[in-house]
């Protein structure tokens, strides 16, 4: 039989109420059995001693004090040993997890039963397999970001070895130098991309009502152009909307939905925009059609649908990630489907302001 915390527990209280009742009889027994041993110490050829032990009787209040301590203290000494007793099972399990660190994330308990103590270590478990999946997703981050970063300093590296080699033509300065802007730009969204992520993911500093379709009235307003360029048709439902956060993060967060609408849309295509009660913000294009099973990555940092991580659509793969931070910053829950006729569609659900 396993001995259980909980039946330690059980065995100990047993013990105690079977040896509550025996503690005065023991104190008893215990100072009658000292004063007939104190007795033949009376014997002793010791001047005044027999007056002493003449006046002294069983009843009297040092025997009886002292029993009483002596029964205290093994009591208090029982209870210690059945307390060490019982969280054995404890101190065992803190083994394990003092050795847990970044270089054996993988490490699990996998205990046995339904107790208490097994109960605590199955949620140590799954506590450890989210950090352990934190802990990859941020080395993956880490290993991605370097990626993006090194991929555009090394064009920047190979134009400027090209200039310094040989003279070039003012058509060529030119072309370098657009070539080199361009890389620039790109970097620079990376960068800007990455702080609104890192700014998400620190949560809200302040919670203030904030009129959503107008938020998106006036993002779309500003994508007018760009819209126009692509050949992308903008299709709106706006109804009155109220929700609680920051208006820096709600706008980003059209922002990077009614940019990848566009971005990722076809000439001739639509983008659908709808602000209602549930959800909250709905934005559908009419892009290239999208595998359902590919749908969920697409909000991981750096996940795009293209293989290759230089795409011509010049985005740093964030845009849908910085939406899911910003969304899980103001409570909310962001979704993405495959839309009817190709593309993707995207709804955000936003707590109702009450």
């Avoid at 503690?23 to 033949?40: D, E, V």
């Avoid at 070039?168 to 620039?184: A, I, K, P, R, V």
């Avoid at 990555?297 to 899911?324: H, K, M, N, V, Y």
Wanted: glycine share 10%.
């Amino acid at each position: 039989m396993t001995w259980t915390p909980r039946r330690r527990v059980l065995l100990v209280g047993l013990l105690a109420l079977l040896a509550g009742p025996l503690l005065p009889t023991m104190g008893k027994w215990l100072a009658g059995t000292t004063w007939i041993w104190g007795r033949q110490f009376c014997e002793l050829p010791i001047p005044g001693l027999y007056t002493v032990c003449a006046d002294a009787r069983p009843g009297a209040f040092a025997l009886p004090l002292a029993a009483i301590l002596l029964v205290t203290l093994a009591a208090l000494l029982g209870v210690w040993l059945g307390a060490v007793w019982c969280l054995r099972p404890v101190r065992d399990l803190t083994g394990p997890i003092e050795h847990l660190g970044p270089q054996n994330l993988g490490h699990r308990i996998r205990p046995r039963g339904r107790d208490e103590l097994a109960q605590l270590s199955r949620a140590i478990d799954d506590m450890m397999e989210r950090i352990s999946a934190g802990y990859d997703g941020q080395r993956r981050f880490a290993a991605n970001a370097s990626h993006e970063l090194r991929t555009p300093l090394a064009v920047q590296r190979t134009l400027i070895e090209v200039g310094m080699a040989r003279a070039l033509s003012g058509e060529q300065l030119e072309l370098l130098t657009s070539q080199l802007l361009e890389t620039n730009e790109r970097n620079e969204r990376l960068i800007e991309g990455l702080l609104a992520l890192s700014e998400s993911d620190q949560g809200l500093r302040s919670r203030i009502p904030q009129r959503l379709d107008t938020i998106v009235e006036a993002v779309l307003a500003s994508y007018q152009d760009r819209a126009r360029e692509a050949g992308v048709t903008i299709d709106t439902h706006l109804e009155p909307r109220v929700v609680v956060g920051e208006r820096v993060l709600l706008e980003r967060l059209v922002t990077n939905l009614v940019e990848n609408g566009i971005k990722y849309n076809r000439p001739g295509g639509s983008l659908k925009v709808v602000v209602n009660q549930m959800p909250a913000l709905s934005v559908v294009n009419s892009g290239q059609p999208v595998p359902a099973e590919a749908v969920a990555g697409l909000f991981e940092p750096f996940r795009r649908l293209a293989r290759d991580r230089t795409s011509q659509g010049g985005g740093a793969g964030l845009g849908l990630a910085i939406a899911r931070s910003i969304t899980q910053a103001h409570d909310g829950i962001i979704a993405a489907r495959p839309a009817e006729h190709g593309g993707l569609r995207v709804d955000v659900q936003l707590p109702t302001l009450t």
